[in-house]
């Protein structure tokens, strides 16, 4: 079953620019503790929920930015009720495929005394086939309409990895890929515009640690070689790698000096080189303004919620180097 709110329904048949797609949405629990303290009762200072899940943090980054978007993602059960109405109160173009599964609910620990952040991760439970069908008919109509789509995040249990091949092969628009292992290696040869899998992700990818640069580049290369026309690597507070057949870049992010909640920072990431893209900006331009998103991410407690004069500004405090 498709469901779309009021949002979506005014962008329906006009050009939908940025389409955010993903199968792992999550309903998401944010606690705070003063200190927290494995094997004891540990009561939370501040408790919040939020719509999350890599595919539904990028369309949330996008809608924050400015950028007309949209968000098509499964969901089923409770946590329906909730993202819609959250998605809703926030204006956020988005479009449903309804489940019978209840969407996964996770949990995410911010103990402030040592600045230990705990993920409680709950895998995406199963879609049937016909759930899988009605996804893949639903991104193939919105990725006909869109200019750039950013399909990120893990597969449902059971899903087969082919859907990634699918739904790369289905656009027609560049694409920001964000998802590791057998399924990213099995797009490259379509020549995504840019794949951005973090530095454990990449070496996961390959059965690596990449515990060197040298070992990291020549990883990234390979992805290169087999065709993404740009790779783009992370390292949490570390150099963002960036790699084409011709080029290695190294980018230096802007120190943040309180860190609030780094979930969402890749999925910023994400969604700032797609909108930077569709604005016109050059690569290394597009990079610079995702690593400004994922560091005014770091500053919020509700994954997302950026603010584009804050990442102008971070972004150009990126430092940039020719490797």
Request: hydrophobic share 45%; charged share 20%.
């Amino acid at each position: 079953m498709l469901t779309a709110g009021a949002d979506t329904e005014r962008v329906y048949g006009a050009h939908v620019l940025i389409l955010s797609a993903g199968l792992t949405p999550a309903w998401q629990q944010i606690m705070v503790f003063d200190g927290l303290r494995a094997g004891e009762v540990n009561r939370a200072r501040e408790v919040a929920w939020c719509g999350s899940g890599k595919v539904l943090n990028a369309g949330l980054a996008v809608h924050h930015l400015g950028g007309p978007s949209l968000t098509l993602s499964p969901l089923g059960g409770p946590p329906l009720f909730e993202i819609e109405r959250e998605f809703a109160a926030l204006g956020v173009p988005r479009r449903w495929v309804e489940t019978a599964a209840t969407t996964r609910v996770c949990t995410t620990l911010l103990d402030r005394a040592s600045g230990q952040i705990t993920e409680l991760v709950e895998n995406g439970r199963p879609l049937s086939d016909c759930e899988l069908d009605a996804y893949r008919a639903a991104y193939i109509e919105e990725a006909n309409r869109a200019d750039i789509v950013v399909i990120v995040g893990s597969l449902p249990a059971g899903a087969p990895v082919s859907i990634y091949r699918e739904l790369v092969a289905a656009t027609r628009c560049p694409m920001v890929l964000d998802f590791r292992g057998e399924g990213l290696l099995s797009v490259l040869e379509l020549k995504p515009f840019v794949v951005k899998p973090n530095r454990e992700e990449l070496g996961h990818t390959f059965g690596s640690a990449l515990d060197d640069d040298a070992s990291l580049l020549a990883a990234m290369r390979e992805l290169n070689h087999r065709g993404a026309q740009w790779v783009v690597v992370t390292q949490g507070a570390a150099a963002v790698w960036v790699t084409s057949l011709e080029h290695v870049y190294r980018l230096i992010p802007p120190r943040i000096e309180t860190v609030v909640n780094p979930i969402g920072c890749g999925d910023s990431l994400a969604a700032g080189i797609a909108w930077a893209t569709r604005r016109g900006d050059t690569i290394l331009d597009a990079v610079r303004f995702g690593i400004g998103a994922a560091a005014d991410n770091l500053g919020k407690l509700l994954p997302c919620r950026l603010e584009i004069s804050n990442v102008t500004a971070l972004a150009e405090q990126v430092e940039v180097t020719c490797e």
